[in-house]
């Protein structure tokens, strides 16, 4: 499978973006899907992810604030994110995780999309 995130710019604190992920696969189904992300100096962490049958995980810091979701008729998987704040600025990577449940391990996920970029200004 191949994915292509898309969806990321710039915008101000307290605005919404929506980041999506299209995979290659019509097997699209079949794979747990995660997004991460990394800022500048930081090592890479877990934002979200969504089972192959719907389950849902986020991180703490974005609990209330962003919604994953998937449309395995499109191969997407989705990440609203409203009520940004400058420390949610990162690049935003979406990867994929065969039959798996979501995990918050990146190590799990064996393949992963280009990064796109999200800068919320202050």
């Known amino acids: 499978v191949q994915l292509q995130a898309s969806g990321g710019g710039l915008v101000e604190a307290g605005g919404s973006l929506s980041l999506s992920c299209a995979a290659s696969e019509r097997t699209f189904s079949n794979y747990a899907m995660g997004w991460f992300r990394q800022a500048p100096g930081k090592e890479r962490e877990f934002v979200a992810a969504i089972s192959w049958s719907g389950g849902l995980r986020y991180t703490d810091s974005v609990k209330g604030r962003f919604t994953i979701s998937r449309d395995n008729a499109k191969n997407t998987v989705y990440l609203r994110m409203n009520s940004l704040k400058p420390e949610d600025t990162a690049v935003y990577y979406c990867?994929?995780?065969?039959w798996g449940s979501g995990s918050e391990d990146a190590g799990a996920y064996h393949v992963w999309g280009q990064g796109t970029q999200v800068t919320v200004s202050s």
């Open positions: 990867a994929a995780e065969g």
